[in-house]
């Protein structure tokens, strides 16, 4: 059955020929962005992604954007594809630090930049990236660790903690456990207890407490998470168990996520250490930058700060993320 011109021209309508084919942007004076996201895990990737994409319509740049659900292989392969696009520029926030020698070596072959955003990679050469954007997640540990030592000043007797780590291997986990012990190693009064991966959710957030209470119970002080949304889990978990979050069980956590001000005003959560999402704006111009050969800083570090739970109904409302 022959299929006719005018079914051919209706059917190529439908494809956005744009995205297809980077050249094309290009013809359109376009600079063409390949993006590999680690996933959808937690209500601040979700806020990553709006500002990455929002960012990249407003700059007027061509955006490739994979979400690889949180496995470093499906972002080692849209990496590949980006380079087999000719893309201009690739940016990725690396899921875990170390395995991306190969394919960062593969993309400096091609002579396609690449910006790492929000995490870091833990490869000897650095050359293989040109600049890397996101928090100090140390000093994100470092805060919550402060913040800790100076509202248990005047508790007698150890401040039993649980730890509820993100995803293993990541940037954000190591970093931020690094920081939190390297301050509260200062008084010895302070034990982690227990610690264990949520990877970053809720689900596994909730499902790691509720662990740590059948083991320890009433002698959990205090819960360090890693982020806001395994805080949020937890304190399901707290309170399935009859104890009172926030008041049984001191709880701090980071992102400072919509979630953790509706905690917070809540009374449920103590504090959480500002981790900001929204990189888009940042990445754009370090990739029109680049395009326009300007030298990026090797390091563009994100400022943020602490809200504790007293100053959550006034921070609400202008809160972007
Ligand atoms: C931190 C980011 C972390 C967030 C989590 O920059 O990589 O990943 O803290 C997210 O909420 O899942």
């Known amino acids: ?48 992604s709006e500002s990455i994409k929002s960012a990249a319509k407003e700059a007027g740049i061509e955006l490739k954007f994979s979400d690889a659900q949180q496995k470093q292989e499906n972002q080692i392969k849209a990496i590949r594809s980006f380079i087999a696009q000719k893309v201009d520029v690739i940016a990725f926030s690396p899921v875990v630090e170390s395995g991306w020698g190969t394919v960062l070596r593969e993309a400096k072959a091609a002579k396609i930049p690449v910006i790492l955003s929000d995490r870091a990679v833990n490869e000897k050469d650095d050359s293989l990236w040109v600049s890397f954007m996101g928090s100090d997640f140390v000093e994100e540990g470092r805060k919550a660790g402060r913040w800790l030592l100076e509202n248990m000043k005047g508790k007698a007797g150890d401040v039993n903690i649980v730890e509820l780590q993100g995803t293993v291997g990541s940037a954000p986990a190591i970093d931020r456990k690094k920081g939190f012990e390297e301050i509260i190693k200062a008084d010895p009064r302070f034990k982690i207890i227990r610690s264990q991966t949520g990877d970053f959710t809720r689900a596994k957030g909730k499902e790691v407490m509720e662990a740590f209470l059948k083991a320890e119970g009433k002698k959990i002080n205090v819960l360090y998470a890693h982020n806001d949304d395994m805080a949020i889990g937890a304190i399901q978990a707290i309170e399935e168990a009859g104890m009172k979050p926030a008041k049984d069980i001191t709880i701090i956590s980071i992102d400072a996520v919509k979630g953790a001000f509706e905690a917070m005003m809540a009374g449920k959560l103590n504090v959480s250490v500002e981790c900001s999402p929204l990189l888009g704006p940042q990445l754009m111009q370090a990739v029109k930058d680049l395009k326009a050969g300007k030298t990026l800083p090797r390091r563009i570090v994100t400022e943020e700060g602490i809200f504790p739970m007293e100053v959550a109904a006034k921070e609400f409302p202008k809160r972007k993320y």
Do not use: D
């Open 1 to 48: 059955m022959t299929t006719s011109r005018r079914q051919v021209i209706a059917a190529l309508g439908a494809v956005p020929v744009v995205a297809a084919w980077p050249g094309l942007a290009r013809a359109q004076g376009k600079i063409v962005l390949g993006f590999s996201q680690i996933g959808a895990e937690s209500e601040w990737r979700t806020a990553n």
